[in-house]
């Protein structure tokens, strides 16, 4: 079993920053991917960047070139560093992983609470 924990959202101001970070802890071999969603008021949940374990990144259109996604493998730590904030990023946000938890297991896939995001003057 494995455990996700998201800290770092908040309220801050349009073109503020925010970073979110994420610990997975329990029974893991090793983390695949790791990925930060958001589930604005009224959508669906979204991603909005992934992580690889071989350094590979993808971003949603609407964040490219303001909000990176990083990791620290050895502590199995994912982070997202938000900046030029937006309204229309007001969001829960959730980690996502997923988690070999041993060798030659199965990829299982993994949530954390979600960490809400509140962007206003």
């Known amino acids: 079993q494995v455990q996700e924990v998201e800290s770092g959202g908040g309220l801050v101001q349009p073109g503020g920053s925010l970073r979110l970070s994420c610990s997975a802890s329990?029974?893991?071999?090793?983390?695949?991917?790791m990925a930060w969603y958001r589930q604005r008021p009224r959508n669906q949940r979204e991603l909005v960047a992934a992580?690889?374990?071989?350094?590979?990144?993808n971003y949603a259109n609407s964040v490219k070139d303001r909000f990176t996604i990083s990791r620290d493998n050895a502590m199995n730590t994912a982070y997202l560093q938000m900046n030029s904030l937006k309204p229309e990023d007001t969001a829960v946000y959730y980690c996502?992983?997923?988690?070999?938890?041993?060798?030659?297991?199965?990829?299982?896939?993994?949530w954390g609470p979600g960490t809400q995001v509140t962007i206003s003057s």
């Open positions: 992580s690889t374990s071989a350094g590979s990144t």
């Open positions: 996502h992983a997923d988690v070999v938890e041993r060798r030659g297991g199965p990829q299982l896939r993994y």
């Open positions: 329990g029974t893991i071999f090793t983390i695949v991917t």
